[in-house]
């Protein structure tokens, strides 16, 4: 008995010191580490708060809050243009150091491995996460080919069928044809545009999301899968869960926006499928979507195509990239046209006198009607539809931004929601201001419209990143956006829905000072962003 209680407590002792010794060892390891990346680390000497330099677990925290975008550009006031977020991450808010991290083919960075996640949830590498630069290449030409002036020129009939059927919901429930219609969430509405437009260009179909329930559950299902790979993305010890996507284990372990990632990646897989099932020998599609194009693609280094993996890969993109993004565009734009009523009576004058009929409506007319750019560039400025995350990482050899150089493995990050409110780039940067994106010759240097000021407004504007890896749909975008707005105003007038002032405009009692703003559109980041409203009414136009 003596001998049993005493190899207890000599085990007890063990497993004391066993356990003293850990919590030694794990205190000396956190201590070493967080006098490192405070002291001695290559980025010790930029600025930024204090907990970020210890810790990644900061930059997780805020990717599952929405606030991200705001909280950063509050940091660059008190900061500066550089300010380190995480123990290797900067952050830049400069015009030299966008043009230096995005600009060009030799600009010695890649995707940074948060994309490894994207990849690893929808199960295939697609151009937008793909690491890899001669992949990358392959992919982008296809996308650039089956993006052109030309393919969208061909598109213009599709998207203006679309817009029509759009316009014509917009109007209804009124209790008769003269008056305004019932209330319309235009967050909803865009999306469902947006979602049909891109059926139709990509798979030769639309989704009838403005017709009918059936395909509405797939928005939101893509801002919970885009929501999940933005936040697992960033957990510190990510790749050792990364085996696990797409498994039950996930499914039940990452609960609802896991499933939503899942359910969302097999519906655009599944739309593919459909799409490669309907093409028979005997039933060619009569146009050339965008699936023809990645069909039929050639790797001229390997001589493959695109197996079924990376088209349903590629799928997932054109819907999330394509769909999404335009829709918080447009609805962004009509936010701030609705709040600002002199330029939203000036862009209905403009379109009203351009066109008679909306037969008259072309995309050379709309091409050069100056201040509808002007609008929806303001819109994608103050409201980007990626608004905060554009990881980049360091490549060997280190890159230098005006006297900074940042060693290889550096995390660099552009935010565009910040950069857009630069103020050394945009004076006044909360007010929607169209004119600030049009020259006027007679304008003085200092004015938002001189050349100079208009041509550093271009430079600096972030939405859209600019490079090898920018946007490949911008031009789609600028279409898609311009035939709407100049359908829509030139046949109804809008108004805000009496008593729905508020929605989707920040609040001015609310804790966080970034969302006090009644008049900015309000995007509740997830690497993409939920949004909600405006509410519009509309009629067919008075005058
Ligand atoms: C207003 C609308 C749009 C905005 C604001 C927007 C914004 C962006 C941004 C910020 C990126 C870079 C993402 C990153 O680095 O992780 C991007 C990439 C991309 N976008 Fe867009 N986009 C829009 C519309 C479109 C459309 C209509 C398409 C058409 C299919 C499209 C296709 C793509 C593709 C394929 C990429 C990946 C490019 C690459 O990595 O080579 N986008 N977009």
């Excluded at 230096?100 to 010695?108: D, V």
């Excluded at 897989?269 to 699936?291: C, F, G, N, V």
């Excluded at 990239?321 to 000036?346: C, E, Q, R």
């Amino acid at each position: 008995m003596e001998g049993l209680l005493s190899s207890v407590f000599e085990s007890g002792v063990g497993s004391l010191s066993a356990l003293v010794l850990g919590l030694s060892f794990g205190f000396c390891y956190c201590f070493t580490t967080a006098v490192y990346r405070l002291a001695f680390h290559p980025l010790a000497k930029y600025p930024g708060p204090f907990l970020n330099k210890l810790t990644d677990w900061v930059v997780f925290h805020r990717t599952t809050k929405g606030d991200r975008h705001l909280l950063e550009w509050r940091e660059h006031q008190k900061y500066g243009p550089f300010v380190r977020i995480g123990p290797n991450t900067v952050s830049v808010n400069s015009l030299s150091g966008f043009k230096a991290i995005h600009g060009s083919r030799l600009s010695n960075v890649e995707k940074s491995p948060w994309y490894l996640t994207v990849i690893a949830t929808v199960g295939s590498a697609m151009t937008s996460s793909i690491i890899d630069r001669a992949r990358h290449a392959f992919h982008r030409r296809v996308l650039d080919n089956a993006l052109s002036d030309v393919a969208i020129k061909s598109a213009e009939g599709i998207i203006t069928e679309n817009v029509h059927i759009w316009c014509k919901h917009l109007v209804d429930g009124s209790s008769n044809p003269e008056s305004w219609s019932s209330p319309k969430n235009i967050g909803e509405w865009s999306t469902y545009l947006s979602y049909d437009i891109m059926g139709d260009l990509t798979f030769g179909k639309r989704f009838n999301c403005m017709d009918s329930e059936e395909h509405r559950y797939v928005p939101p299902l893509l801002l919970n899968a885009s929501k999940m790979v933005y936040v697992l993305g960033m957990l510190p010890f990510e790749p050792l869960i990364r085996p696990f996507y797409r498994t039950r284990i996930m499914n039940i372990l990452g609960g609802q926006m896991a499933r939503d990632n899942l359910k969302f990646n097999d519906y655009a897989a599944a739309q593919m499928k459909e799409r490669i099932a309907a093409e028979t020998d005997d039933s060619k599609p009569t146009r050339k979507d965008l699936t023809h194009y990645l069909r039929n693609a050639k790797d001229p280094q390997t001589g493959k195509g695109f197996n079924l993996t990376e088209l349903c890969g590629e799928s997932s993109l054109l819907i999330a990239a394509g769909s999404d993004t335009t829709s918080v565009a447009l609805s962004a734009t009509i936010f701030y046209l609705l709040h600002n009523p002199t330029a939203l009576d000036k862009l209905t004058s403009i379109i009203r006198t351009t066109f008679t009929c909306p037969e008259d409506i072309d995309s050379k007319t709309i091409n050069n009607l100056h201040y509808l750019r002007g609008c929806f560039e303001e819109a994608l400025r103050l409201s980007p539809a990626v608004p905060a995350h554009l990881p980049r990482k360091v490549l060997p050899g280190g890159l230098t931004i005006d006297d900074h150089h940042f060693p290889a493995g550096t995390i660099l990050t552009t935010p565009p929601y910040t950069i857009n409110h630069n103020e050394e780039y945009y004076p006044d940067p909360f007010s929607f201001r169209p004119e600030r994106w049009i020259v006027d010759p007679e304008a003085p240097d200092d004015d938002i419209s001189s050349e100079r000021s208009v041509a550093l407004a271009r430079s600096a504007f972030t939405t859209f990143v600019i490079g090898p890896r920018g946007c490949a749909g911008k031009r789609l975008a600028y279409s898609e956006l311009s035939l709407t707005l100049a359908h829509l105003l030139l046949s109804y007038d809008m108004r805000i829905s009496p008593g729905t002032e508020g929605v989707g405009g920040g609040d001015p009692n609310h804790k966080n000072e970034g969302r006090r703003r009644p008049d900015e559109y309000q995007l509740d980041e997830c690497f993409l962003a939920y949004r909600d409203g405006p509410i519009a009414e509309f009629r067919p136009r008075k005058n």
